[in-house]
């Protein structure tokens, strides 16, 4: 391995939206670009990690450095391809916007349209990546991402707890920032500390974010 704060360290890292599919011509999505998240990879690799990148439909091309990627479309292929990667990882870093929920079922054939009645979706809650490794008795340093419209520190703050993760990178998203921008801004915390990120394209703030992560790891496996 060569230098680099995270020289050979295993990092996963989640990037992109999951597609819970309706049936076979529709589904429900969101505005994840995977811009963040591959940015992120890109950091890590270059910090001298090896890393293995789960990406959800996006039509980026995989970062310079990155060992290994896996292309998924729903929280469930997610979360499996998450949780084998993660089983001898150092660090996992979740960037991916996840699906909370799923159509309970989704129909074999193209559902026709019932001219003037509603048509009402059950939707069937997916289970949580983070909180499934943080509930692990051994797992990587967990850094999680909190997109919020508002209330964005104590949303992030009740996650971290919650969640029980090492770190949470907060971002503001709905005003220009956070979703399909090449810009951001982030405010990381963790336990008794924060730290805000300032406005930056999202190449500057995942090396800034990276540098973070490898600090506070170091410092927890001190
Ligand atoms: O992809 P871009 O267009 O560049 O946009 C970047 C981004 C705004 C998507 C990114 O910066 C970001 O904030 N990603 C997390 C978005 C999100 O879904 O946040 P959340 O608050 O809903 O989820 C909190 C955390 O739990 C996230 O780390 C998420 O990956 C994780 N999670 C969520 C649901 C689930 N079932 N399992 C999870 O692990």
Not at 14 to 19: E, K, L
Not at 143 to 166: I, S, W
Not at 185 to 199: F, N, Q, V
């Amino acid at each position: 391995f060569g230098g680099g704060a995270l020289a050979g360290r295993r990092v996963v890292v989640s990037a992109g939206p999951t597609y819970e599919d309706i049936d076979p011509v529709r589904f429900i999505g969101n505005r994840s670009s995977g811009k963040m998240g591959f940015a992120v990879a890109e950091a890590a690799a270059l910090a001298g990690a090896h890393v293995i990148l789960v990406a959800g439909p996006v039509s980026l091309p995989t970062p310079a450095g990155v060992v290994e990627r896996v292309d998924v479309r729903s929280a469930a292929q997610m979360h499996a391809a998450v949780i084998e990667a993660s089983a001898d990882a150092d660090i996992y870093i979740a960037a991916a916007a996840v699906g909370d929920y799923r159509p309970q079922q989704v129909a074999p054939c193209k559902l026709k349209k019932q001219a003037g009645a509603e048509l009402t979706l059950t939707l069937a809650e997916n289970p949580d990546i983070l909180a499934t490794l943080s509930a692990q008795p051994t797992h990587p340093f967990l850094v999680g991402f909190a997109a919020e419209t508002h209330d964005v520190a104590t949303y992030a703050q009740d996650k971290l707890r919650r969640k029980k993760l090492d770190m949470i990178a907060a971002n503001r998203v709905g005003e220009g920032l956070g979703f399909e921008t090449a810009e951001n801004a982030l405010t990381l915390y963790w336990e008794g500390g924060s730290k805000e990120l300032p406005r930056a394209s999202k190449t500057e703030l995942a090396r800034e974010l990276v540098a973070r992560i490898a600090e506070r790891f170091q410092r927890a496996r001190a």
